[in-house]
């Protein structure tokens, strides 16, 4: 073993010493193992060749616990794992090169968000040699390129035919490394880009797989809500029967499980996490401020991300968590079912009223609900009066971005969907508007924010539980569930259980609690 210790060291201080001009295949030379040496860390504070950029790492560090589940969950089309040894100068050396690279990528300031995740896995530490073992590294840094389902459940031999995952050959530099990357994809990243600067989006008005995507903002915009609401103590006495109600909702038909799964969780033990007495403020000291609640995370612990995939603004202060919140309103819209249509329609109007920070949206929202006269008992007529309500929102931002030039130049408002979308949702177009087959509009909604939404998502679910029997489980790792006495809730969530069963197994265990929050409360405003 000592021997081993040494040839390592050996190893590792020769690369460090091969000048900056080496060749790139020379700097990854190989060393036979790997081995646990922390105490070298800090001998070698001032080496690196590029001073640090940034305080914070942005690569994403994974281990063995994670690495299937981050490489599983993330929405990038690209991964790039580096496997290092924390003790190794070259790898410290090169930490700077990556950063550089990795700061365009990850993290909620990321130039290119959700294109490639990069990630780094230390094999000095000894719960990775398994894993380490499994890419054959058998030198430091050893970088490899995949999409990132190809790694889960993977790994890498020498002289493999036909692997997915490929070896970088050419990452000695933060340059070189970009280079690498831009051949691959076609791409001309550079790494002085910045956000928002040479920008070129896609447009989601011609293309309506782009929709696919939005299923991480819906995501994102769940979370951001339930943070927005902690952080703002928005839970009182009078606001936490609206708040049940959405979660209610959210568990039964939010598009993404881990979300449903976080939901139910919150809702099975919201009188320990949301006291009735939650106002008073020594229940909110701890979690900075947010109580038990502050602890969950709802949508599962890779969420949020901090960034936006289809939502995402040209701009720096356009489109983002709005467009998120718009995006999950519909997609709960068309998954109810018909007798659960007014109880959806009540919940989204007080959530919007109680729970949506905009004022001056929450106060036209509430107008749009407080109008409607009679109940709805179709799927169809609620999610026809939100898309309508939506347009009336359009309309009115049509105008107001105009003069003020607040909208976003690439994403300007439009009556929606647009032809491109949907040619047959328009019957005709004359000066007093547009007349629209609700039948096609319907039909539309429902394929866009239901099955196409969730297609990229369903895909990575359904192959997982081809894969085992341990479904369950995995989503419980990534709903970050700690407080897990909650079985029949997550089975209830994992089944997506129809609303009737939740709110009986809900009532069942909170037969105490009143909530009687009607629509006539939005008189309150
Ligand atoms: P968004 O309007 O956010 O739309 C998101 C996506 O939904 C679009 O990209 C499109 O793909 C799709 N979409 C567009 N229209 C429809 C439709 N009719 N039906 C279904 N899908 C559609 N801002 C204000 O300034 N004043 C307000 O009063 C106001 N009220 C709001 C009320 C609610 C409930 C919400 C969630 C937001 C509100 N906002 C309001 C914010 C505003 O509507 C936009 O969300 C924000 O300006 C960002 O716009 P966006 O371009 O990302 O598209």
Known sequence: MSQLLVLNLVLCLLLFSIPKTTSSSSLFLSSPSRSLLR???DNNKNDNVVADLHPHDYAVDINVTNFDVVLRDTPATFAVVEFFAHWCPACRNYKPHYERVARLFNGPDAVHPGIILMTRVDCALKINSKLCDKFSVDHYPMLFWAP????????????????EIRVIDDARTADRLLNWINKQMGSSFGLDDEKFENEHLSSNVSDPGQIARAVYDVEEATSKTFDIILEHKMIKSETRGSLIKFLQLLVAHHPSKRCRMGSAEVLVNFDELCPLDMDSTSKQENNDGKGALGNIQICGKEVPRGYWMFCRGSKNDTRGFSCGLWVLLHSLSVRIEDGESQFAFQAICEFVHNFFICEECRQHFYEMCSSVSSPFNKTRDFALWLWSAHNKVNERLIKEEASLRTGDPKFPKMIWPPKQLCSSCRQSQSQSGIQWDQDEVFKFLTDYY?????SIYKDKNNHESDKSGVALDDLAVSTNAF?????????????SCAFGALACYWRSQQKSRKYFHQLHSYKEI
């Open 39 to 41: 105490s070298i860390e």
């Open 148 to 163: 990132p389902s190809k790694f889960v459940s993977g790994g890498w031999k020498p002289k493999q035919e036909k692997n």
């Open 450 to 454: 239901g099955k196409k939404l969730v």
């Open 483 to 495: 407080v897990v006495p909650l079985g029949a809730a997550l089975a209830i969530a994992v089944a």
